[in-house]
């Protein structure tokens, strides 16, 4: 099924890629919240995501499972390339603010 909204874009970047404007945060897919539900239910609030176009997705593997369930539902869907995917490698410490740590490992294993 085709999204049923077409939402507005901006570019990414010069000459990046078109992007919906505002992104759908993963965050509560994972256990960051508490449980996410089932598979079954977090594949529904994906479903009606993309059914509304919301393709902007951002997701990061301290969010749980959330990295995934996206990576099932990609699967089961074959829609991966209808979805922008964002994710991070890096966090700030709230008790040293002017500190970052880096995930490097985990982003290139996965690129």
């Given at each position: 099924?085709?999204?049923?909204?077409?939402?507005?874009t901006?570019?990414?970047?010069?000459?990046?890629?078109k992007?919906?404007?505002?992104?759908?945060?993963?965050?509560?897919l994972g256990?960051?919240?508490?449980?996410?539900?089932?598979?079954?239910e977090?594949f529904?609030?994906?479903?009606?995501?993309?059914e509304?176009g919301?393709?902007n997705?951002d997701?990061?593997?301290?969010?749980?499972?959330?990295?995934?369930?996206?990576?099932?539902?990609?699967?089961?869907?074959?829609?991966?390339n209808?979805?922008?995917?964002?994710?991070k490698?890096?966090?700030?410490?709230?008790?040293?603010p002017?500190?970052?740590?880096?995930?490097?490992?985990?982003?290139?294993?996965?690129?």
């Amino acid at each position: 099924m085709a999204p049923t909204t077409k939402l507005p874009t901006r570019p990414l970047g010069r000459g990046g890629p078109k992007v919906v404007a505002l992104g759908a945060g993963l965050m509560s897919l994972g256990y960051v919240y508490g449980h996410g539900g089932s598979d079954e239910e977090r594949f529904a609030y994906l479903d009606r995501a993309y059914e509304l176009g919301e393709t902007n997705w951002d997701t990061e593997n301290i969010y749980g499972d959330a990295e995934d369930v996206v990576g099932k539902w990609f699967k089961r869907t074959g829609k991966r390339n209808e979805i922008f995917l964002a994710t991070k490698f890096s966090f700030m410490n709230a008790m040293e603010p002017n500190k970052y740590q880096v995930r490097s490992r985990e982003c290139f294993r996965v690129l």
